[in-house]
């Protein structure tokens, strides 16, 4: 690089670089860089177009992993996540038709988020609104699996809010009845528990009305605990505390942080919650004891060099995985707190991006802050494939991803669904 001028590689010489503000030639480094960055998504998007099969590994293919299926010299789960690895790499993009009662509503609104619920069966979605706030709505999924590819979107005009940060399904009176959001209605925040029943398309007289909603200092984060000793608790991560709330009894308990809380998931098997902090810190509370003064209370401790985005725990809950604003992603072993597997490719500088495990299939799933979807195994860390967006990259149109084996419930379709701008993708496995 020369001071002051850019090379131009398609006629192999250097131009004077002029300030941005110059109307006869307005070329910044920012908006080359741009350029190249958008030449390369879509002549990924053309391969992507071409390639029908792609192969991840050197002579990796279904027949050969039957043969040694059969000759034993595989076990039925590195079978199972093989096979994974190559139904992933033949993935095709489709788009699904979004049906709404209210026809003026759908496919207007940018997706900001999209939350799968434990099942599959349902996500919901937040979305932007031009007027500056954000509309929730729930789809259903049970239309996947038809030739269609259409799906039905119920919103409740009524529940909105300035600005969401954080949602997570919660468990309250049956699986997934309920849901947490996190987020700035005036200022300061606000925490709701919304009933998933208000996005139906019931007779609306019969709709309960919000569970619980109060004022909190800026929320980062939000979970729910599925432990029976911390039951109907959910969590929230504020500027440099965290509020365990229980929504029945009422009970707050505060654990003063030295760091804004960003990401927060409860384990099941005991009753400890899991925080990854601005600081890189990444710490474990026993949610049955009382806050203390000074960090006593905090049982593991880890750290990051940078900002921690998203944490999952494995289901044995001896592992546990993180994402930073380094774009680094590392595996855990929380026994010997220790980093046993680091996932590389992953593009992050300031954004917070979760990460999805999907442990079943194997597989680890992240959405960079350059707007390509990359997927893992989760065995190898090996990088499986790298899925450019099917819009051009910006801050606003990062797209938001479920991967499930199953969407749609039990007797559903496998793939991954991405929401971007107003459009939602789905990528079937056939």
């Known amino acids: 690089e020369l001071p002051g001028f850019y090379y131009d590689s398609e006629k192999n010489r250097y131009f004077r670089l002029l ?42 293919n279904s027949s050969m992993l039957l043969q040694k299926r059969q000759l034993g010299l595989l076990s039925s789960t590195s079978y199972c996540r093989l096979v994974h690895e190559l139904k992933v790499n033949c993935m095709q993009r489709r788009k699904i038709e979004i ?83 996190m987020g700035i209605a005036e200022t300061p925040g606000c925490a709701s528990l919304l009933p998933a029943s208000l996005f139906s398309s019931t007779n609306p007289g019969d709709r309960p009305g919000m569970l619980c909603s109060f004022k909190i200092s800026t929320a980062w984060s939000c979970a729910w605990c599925l432990n029976p000793q911390a039951d109907n608790c959910f969590s929230t991560g504020l500027t440099r505390r965290v509020l365990v709330t229980n929504v029945v009894t009422g009970h707050r308990q505060t654990f003063g942080t030295s760091s ?13 919650l899991y925080n990854g902090c601005r600081s890189g810190e990444i710490f474990s509370i026993d949610v049955r004891q009382r806050n203390r003064k000074g960090q006593s209370w905090k049982a593991i401790r880890i750290f990051h060099d940078s900002a921690v ?24 072993d929380l026994r010997t707190a220790k980093c046993v597997k680091q996932y590389k490719g992953h593009h992050n500088e300031y954004a917070i991006l979760p990460l999805h495990v999907n442990e079943e ?14 997927i893992w195994s989760l065995q190898d860390a090996h990088l499986l494939r790298t899925i450019p967006s099917p819009h051009p990259s910006s801050k606003d149109a990062i797209p938001s991803v479920v991967f499930s084996s199953r969407l749609g419930g039990s007797r559903g379709v496998p793939g991954l669904l991405m929401a971007v701008k107003q459009d939602l993708y789905h990528f079937s496995y056939n």
């Not at 307005?26 to 030449?39: D, R």
């Not at 207007?108 to 999209?114: G, L, R, S």
């Not at 804004?260 to 400890?272: E, G, K, S």
């Not at 299939?361 to 350059?370: C, I, K, P, S």
């Open 19 to 60: 300030p941005g503000h110059n109307n006869y030639n307005p070329l910044t480094k920012e908006s080359i860089q741009y350029k190249a960055m958008e030449c390369k998504r879509l002549r990924l998007l053309e391969e992507e177009e071409k390639q029908k099969k792609k192969t991840t590994r050197a002579g990796l």
């Open 99 to 181: 049906h709404s009662p209210d026809s003026s509503v759908a496919g207007t609104n940018n997706f900001k988020i999209i939350v799968a619920d434990v099942a599959c069966e349902r996500i919901f979605t937040v979305n932007d609104v031009e007027h500056g706030g954000c509309k929730y709505g729930i789809v259903n999924l049970s239309g996947l699996g038809k030739e269609s590819l259409a799906v039905e979107m119920y919103d409740n005009l009524y529940f909105t809010n300035r600005k969401v940060n954080s949602v997570c399904w919660a468990s309250l009176t049956h699986p997934d009845s309920h849901l947490c959001l």
């Open 260 to 272: 804004d809380v960003l990401a927060q998931q409860f384990a099941t098997q005991t009753p400890m």
């Open 309 to 332: 985005t998203s944490i999952r725990l494995l289901e044995a809950e001896h592992y546990l995985m993180a994402a930073d604003m380094a774009g680094k992603i590392k595996l855990w």
């Open 361 to 374: 299939e194997g597989l680890l799933t992240a959405v960079g802050q350059d707007c390509y979807t990359r």
